[in-house]
């Protein structure tokens, strides 16, 4: 090998893109899920329309239900580690007795 020069790395095409283009759905179906950001949003269904208009209608499908079951599977986690939290409740000032006056015999 020359230096400098990189041999191009094998790729086994079919199961490597049809894996890579998941990993970016799980990816970009993360992103429409948790970000706020509207221009990231707008690329995630950019993407999906991308991928869609190319007949992946099925890798769409299925990337959103892997999404849907992680962001389920977290929401699971952390309610079960949420613990209640104590309740403070706040004491009341003292107020002194008031004596009654004494009983009077009727």
């Keep these: 090998m020359e230096s400098g020069v990189q041999q191009p790395v094998a790729v086994s095409a079919p199961r490597d893109s ?15 899920q948790l970000s706020p950001n509207w221009p990231e949003r707008l690329d995630v269904e950019r993407l999906r329309t991308l991928v869609e208009l190319s007949g992946g209608f099925a890798a769409v499908a299925q990337a959103q239900e892997s999404a849907r079951e992680i962001l389920e ?5 952390m309610d079960s580690d949420r613990t209640p939290s104590p309740v403070w409740r706040r004491r009341l000032p003292r107020v002194p007795r008031r004596e009654l006056p004494p009983e009077t015999p009727d």
Aim: aromatic letters at 0%; hydrophobic letters at 50%.
């Design 18 to 32: 049809e894996t890579l283009l998941q990993d970016a759905l799980l990816h970009a179906s993360t992103v429409l």
């Design 73 to 77: 599977q977290i929401m699971r986690e």
